[in-house]
């Protein structure tokens, strides 16, 4: 028998039949994550930090730290929130979503584990409290970051990174930013 890539879910399957709104996905992000141990966390840093080890150092240190904190300040949120709003949302979107997070976990150069932290936070982002996966002031090449202006968020490589199987910015909620 295949050994689960989660803890406590039985599989992606069981977010696309029992995630209807923003409760139901929270409940089953909380179900997931409170099995998570520091030890999971140090991991999960150790793969970030070689995951990042090829981008430019002249922002890398601040990508990566950017990045961390806000992977870990969603895992807190998540496994504290008691009081969310209860909203649906599009549900075309999210199992298309689920599709691409089913094939990175099948993905063999992807650490599993890595994957659902990731995947469960920027669905904690795009679906229940409608921000982008990349936080506001994440750095990309060129010296551009994401920004906030008023309630919206923009972002510098949004428009290229769209069809890239890779990334997730089809589904963020950022639009792209106007360089000048």
Do not use: W
């Amino acid at each position: 028998m295949v050994k689960s890539t989660f803890k406590k879910l039985k599989g992606v399957h069981e977010l696309h039949e029992s995630v209807f709104d923003q409760q139901s996905m929270l409940l089953l992000f909380k179900k997931e994550l409170s099995s998570y141990s520091i030890f999971d966390f140090m991991k999960v840093q150790a793969f970030f930090e070689k995951d990042c080890k090829d981008l430019p150092p002249v922002y890398k240190e601040k990508f990566k730290k950017k990045m961390l904190e806000h992977l870990f300040d969603n895992f807190k949120s998540i496994l504290s929130n008691k009081d969310s709003k209860n909203k649906p949302f599009d549900m075309e979107q999210y199992h298309e979503f689920l599709e691409r997070f089913g094939t990175k976990l099948t993905d063999t150069h992807e650490v599993p584990q890595m994957a659902v932290l990731y995947y469960f936070s920027a669905m904690y982002n795009i679906f229940i409290t409608n921000t982008p996966p990349h936080p506001e002031g994440t750095p990309f090449p060129g010296g551009f970051a994401v920004e906030k202006v008023g309630e919206e968020y923009f972002c510098p490589v949004k428009e290229k990174q769209e069809d890239n199987v890779e990334a997730i910015c089809k589904f963020c909620v950022a639009k792209q930013m106007k360089m000048k």
